[in-house]
């Protein structure tokens, strides 16, 4: 019989994995020939759970091809699974190429929004801190007929209108 490892040997199992990771990951994003395709087909709704979690995690810590993905991140963005992994792979963008692209990502789709994708939404938008985008968003939720979606805007105008009511004061 053998003896199982001990606690410091599997850490250091682990810590190889993630060193090996990490080598792995740079290779892929100095070599590959077209990083964006991969993703992209990676972060697919047909792709494999593994696929989708490996690339969000890719884009959260090298952000480069997040600009290019955007709608993709978006769109994981509502889902119950990858909100908060595909919110801080957008976080990453960096704010000057973000905000303007993010705009009509969010805008264009509330019109067919259900409450639950009004508040992923808005909880993107708090993560980023895109307080305009999210006053925006707060007045559309309450032009429609929905108490869930008027309660979405309520929640998120108790908790962050004063980020944006205050710009319009200025």
Known sequence: ?????????????????????????????????????VL?????????????????????ALSADGPTLLPELVGWSTSHRWALAARQAIDQIPRHQLLPLL?????????TADDDEYRRFAELLAHVEAWELLGQLVA?????????????AEDFTESYGPMWLSKRNL
């Open 1 to 37: 019989m053998s003896t199982p490892p001990s606690d410091n040997d599997l850490w250091q199992v682990f810590v190889e994995a993630k060193q090996e990771m990490h080598r792995r990951q740079a290779n892929f994003y100095q070599h590959a020939q077209d990083r964006p395709e």
């Open 40 to 60: 992209k087909a990676a972060l697919a709704g047909g792709a494999g759970a593994w696929d989708q979690g490996a690339a969000l995690d890719f884009l959260a």
């Open 103 to 111: 705009e009509p990502l969010i805008l264009d789709q509330l019109d």
């Open 140 to 152: 559309r939720a309450l032009t429609t007929n929905d108490p869930h979606t008027h309660e979405v």
